[in-house]
């Protein structure tokens, strides 16, 4: 089982509706999540990040962290072209970072 | 802004040459990071530093070293370069909570 597990995608969703995002991990001592965003031919960058259960909103993203079903998700209301790229779950436990394969998300005009 | 480059974007070597990718960051910041990033493999952890000359093997050490003289430069050494070693090969320093990323080093070894 891999320790961080994503949907590779790819995930195609209309222009102005919501994306969402999944990711599941194995660890269950793992104490922060995030999200990074990474763009063809560039580098991630991070979009969120979320340590206590439930949900984070920042602006049209939300994380949201559930610690007894070990899952993490990325929810983008209002998609934009722009939300089109490759994101990486991240999950930190113990000092080790460990990252997800990443979802590929299209969206479609 | 934290600004980590990268000294080459693409390289192309031959099987058993010795390759150096060099790393610098300008923030001050203690921890420094080799990834490599593969299709199918996401980010993988080569080796990291939290100190001036100070390093600890990642997830995937095998074929690999690493230089931390000085505490803004990180370098990452391949001994004898291998074709399954073509990859991207990203650096990334680090606060406590974000890893910040250089623009990345595609290698290929032929």
């Known amino acids: 089982q891999k320790e961080v597990e994503q949907n590779s995608g790819p995930l195609s969703v209309p222009e102005g509706a919501i994306a969402s995002l999944n990711c599941t991990y194995s660890?269950?001592?793992?104490?922060?999540f995030f999200w990074y965003r990474q763009y063809s031919g560039k580098s991630p960058e991070l979009i969120m990040f979320?340590?206590?259960?439930g949900d984070k909103e920042d602006g049209r993203f939300t994380a949201q962290l559930n610690k007894a079903s070990q899952y993490v998700s990325l929810l983008i209301r209002d998609s934009q072209p722009s939300d089109s790229a490759t994101y990486l779950c991240?999950?930190?436990?113990?000092?080790?970072?460990?990252f997800g394969t990443g979802t590929r998300l299209t969206i479609i005009p | 802004d934290v600004k980590v480059t990268q000294s080459s974007r693409y390289l192309v070597k031959r099987t058993g040459e010795k390759v150096f990718l060099e790393c610098v960051q300008d923030?001050?910041?203690?921890?420094m990071f080799w990834y490599r990033q593969d299709p199918g493999l996401g980010l993988r952890l080569i080796y990291f530093?939290?100190?001036?000359?100070?390093?600890e093997k990642g997830d995937i050490p095998e074929g690999y070293s690493v230089s931390r003289e000085k505490k803004e430069r990180f370098s990452l050494i391949l001994e004898s370069a291998s074709t399954n070693q073509t990859s991207m090969y990203l650096c990334?320093?680090?606060?406590?909570?974000?890893?910040?990323f250089g623009e990345g080093s595609r290698l290929t070894v032929l």
């Open positions: 990334a320093t680090s606060t406590s909570l974000e890893l910040f």
């Open positions: 660890d269950r001592g793992s104490q922060s």
């Open positions: 923030m001050d910041h203690e921890n």
């Open positions: 530093s939290y100190d001036v000359k100070m390093k």
């Open positions: 991240a999950v930190r436990g113990n000092e080790k970072l460990t």
């Open positions: 979320i340590y206590s259960n």
